[in-house]
T-cell receptor, first 113, second 114 residues
Framework: LAKTTQPISMDSYEGQEVNITCSHNNIATNDYITWYQQFPSQGPRFIIQ???TKVTNEVASLFIPADRKSSTLSLPRVSLSDTAVYYCLVGDDDRGGNTPLVFGKGTRLSVIA | ETGVTQTPRHLVMGMTNKKSLKCEQH?????MYWYKQSAKKPLELMFVYSLEERVENNSVPSRFSPECPNSSHLFLHLHTLQPEDSALYLCASSQSQGRESPLHFGNGTRLTVT
């Protein structure tokens, strides 16, 4: 089972900032937090990864509070093409320090014109 | 271009056929994976290979047989499949199995079993 909890779905209008929060209360000390994006009939695409505080790249920002029990993916000024499923992954219970491989149901983001 | 190429993109096969899915990664990664994604279900991890050795088999039926001849190629051999095996089959790779190594996916093979 995935160690994370995310909202099942979210709606947003074009041009708005979207924040998707993921809960991971049992995150291990050495776990990273990794987010993926998946369009229909395509494989997931890596978006961003972080360990603590804030990480920003050309696509998104990732905010991680000090206790690391949650994280927030922030997508600035979304467009219709950002409509996708977004997955948050942390370490898998039975894989020790290996890269997390278990995907949950993710958050289905629908961007409306 | 994802760096991970899967062929064919679409495959229709009968229950008595034998077919193979191919995955090739051009990223110099050392770990490769097969996932299955059925309609409206989360991705299911099937097999994990690290340095060409199978390190994980998640209770996958024997009608699915993986092969990893080298670190760049991964195959999934299919035989006597069932209609419920119809799904999107995704291949992924990662630099290593380390926790900081994200997965890079191909665009999958859409399999229909008739």
């Amino acid at each position: 089972l995935a160690k994370t909890t995310q909202p099942i779905s979210m709606d947003s209008y074009e041009g708005q900032e979207v924040n998707i929060t993921c809960s991971h209360n049992n995150i291990a000390t050495n776990d990273y937090i990794t987010w993926y994006q998946q369009f229909p009939s395509q494989g997931p695409r890596f978006i961003i990864q972080g360990y603590k505080t804030k990480v920003t790249n050309e696509v998104a920002s990732l905010f991680i509070p000090a206790d690391r029990k949650s994280s927030t993916l922030s997508l600035p000024r979304v467009s219709l093409s950002d409509t996708a499923v977004y997955y948050c992954l942390v370490g898998d219970d039975d894989r020790g320090g290996n890269t997390p491989l278990v995907f949950g149901k993710g958050t289905r983001l629908s961007v409306i014109a | 271009e994802t760096g991970v190429t899967q062929t064919p993109r679409h495959l229709v096969m009968g229950m008595t056929n034998k077919k193979s899915l191919k995955c090739e990664q051009h990223l110099g990664h050392n770990a490769m994976y097969w996932y299955k994604q059925s309609a409206k279900k989360p991705l299911e991890l099937m097999f994990v290979y690290s340095l060409e050795e199978r390190v994980e088999n998640n209770s996958v039926p024997s009608r699915f047989s993986p092969e990893c001849p080298n670190s760049s190629h991964l195959f999934l051999h299919l035989h006597t499949l069932q209609p419920e095996d119809s799904a999107l089959y995704l291949c992924a790779s990662s630099q290593s199995q380390g926790r900081e190594s994200p997965l890079h996916f191909g665009n999958g093979t859409r399999l229909t079993v008739t």
